[in-house]
């Protein structure tokens, strides 16, 4: 069993930053890769990007390369999305969630929902015009 916590959203002005957090806990936090994900509403959750269990290997979707990156602390059993130059199409709910241990897309690929066994609750982001 694995407990996720996701943390930082909030409003924030276009061309703004934020900084979300991933807290795990529950299982061995260096065994397994993480992904994020957002949900607007009355939308499909995307993919956002992932990060592998060690922090080697990261893969953002199309529109957030460059704009948005993903980092981990395994000492704090914690995954970063630093998210800059934020547009109001960016307001969503950001979910992060774990890949079995071992795993690195390697099933689904890393945008499928499949790839991923436990979510978190979501933070919500708003970017305003």
């Known amino acids: 069993q694995v407990q996720l916590v996701e943390s930082g959203g909030g409003l924030v002005q276009a061309g703004g930053s934020l900084r979300l957090s991933c807290a795990a806990s529950?299982?061995?936090?260096?065994?397994?890769?993480v992904g994020w994900f957002r949900q607007a509403p009355g939308k499909e959750r995307e993919f956002v990007g992932a990060?592998?269990?060690?922090?080697?290997?990261?893969s953002y979707a199309d529109s957030m390369e460059g704009r948005f990156t993903i980092s981990r602390d395994n000492a704090k059993h914690t995954v970063y999305l630093q998210m800059n130059s934020l547009k109001p199409e960016d307001t969503a709910v950001y979910y992060c969630?774990?890949?079995?241990?071992?795993?690195?897309?390697?099933?689904?690929?890393?945008?499928?929902?499949?790839?991923?066994?436990?979510w978190g609750q979501g933070t919500q982001v708003t970017v305003s015009s």
């Open positions: 990060i592998s269990w060690n922090g080697i290997s990261t």
């Open positions: 529950g299982r061995t936090f260096s065994n397994y890769a």
């Open positions: 969630a774990t890949q079995p241990p071992g795993y690195y897309c390697s099933r689904y690929g890393c945008h499928d929902v499949r790839e991923y066994d436990y």
